[in-house]
């Protein structure tokens, strides 16, 4: 037992600075703490002062629309009603709720009113200006941004397509439409 407890006491400090240098030693390790610490202060400082919801955004209308890479620039949350739109892997989602997040304060603005499906699947908040078609990202990055993707549908509502270059919008009135027509038809075997 108390050898147990000598050789515990003897070795942890040893241990403890062994891996102290090693994480010193790389400025990898360095850069990536630095990175944690950082976004770890910039969540906590958006948690901190939790800014109550604008009653325009609470209600904002629901927006179903197709956009391009400019058109979704301007839905970065410094317009008047605060709308935010992010794109993962083509869909349009309005992340509005998620302010804190992508609120001009937020640790991930840089993904607001843009596609965010290479930093999120390279780990870096931030993208390319104009359209990106992602062909060079390897099959591991592209299941990333597909899980990505699940987690928004899950946690915001969809707005359109993210389009490409030339690449015509599509009129969602008529779904609203059938959907209404659907709806009304339901009501009425209910009654
Ligand atoms: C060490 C680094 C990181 C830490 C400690 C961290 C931590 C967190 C935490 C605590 C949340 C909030 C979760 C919640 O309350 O629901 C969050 C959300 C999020 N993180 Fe990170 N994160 C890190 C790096 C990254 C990176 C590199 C990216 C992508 C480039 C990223 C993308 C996101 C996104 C998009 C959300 C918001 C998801 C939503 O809308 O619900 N994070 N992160």
Redesign the pocket.
């Known amino acids: 037992m108390a050898e147990g407890k000598v050789a515990g006491s003897s070795e942890s400090p040893g241990v403890m600075s062994d891996l102290l240098s090693e994480i010193c030693g790389s400025p990898v390790s360095v850069a990536l703490i630095g990175?944690?610490c950082f976004?770890?202060y910039k969540?906590v400082k958006s948690r901190r002062k939790v800014p109550a919801p604008q009653p325009a955004e609470l209600d904002l209308p629901k927006l179903r629309k197709d956009f391009n890479v400019e058109e979704l620039r301007k839905y970065d949350g410094t317009q008047p009603d605060g709308r935010i739109l992010v794109a993962v892997n083509g869909k349009v989602f309005d992340?509005t709720r998620?302010k804190r997040?992508y609120g001009p304060d937020g640790p991930?603005s840089a993904?607001a009113g843009r596609d965010a499906s290479r930093?999120?699947a390279t780990?870096?908040?931030g993208g390319k200006d104009e359209y990106d078609d992602l062909s060079d990202l390897n099959a591991v990055e592209m299941d990333s941004i597909r899980e990505w993707e699940i987690q928004f549908t899950e946690?915001y509502a969809l707005v359109g397509r993210l389009l490409k270059p030339g690449e015509e919008p599509t009129n969602y009135s008529d779904d609203e439409e059938e959907s209404a027509a659907a709806e009304s038809q339901t009501e009425k075997k209910n009654e």
């Open positions: 990175i944690i976004l770890l969540i992340v998620g997040f991930y993904f930093g999120l780990f870096s908040v946690k």
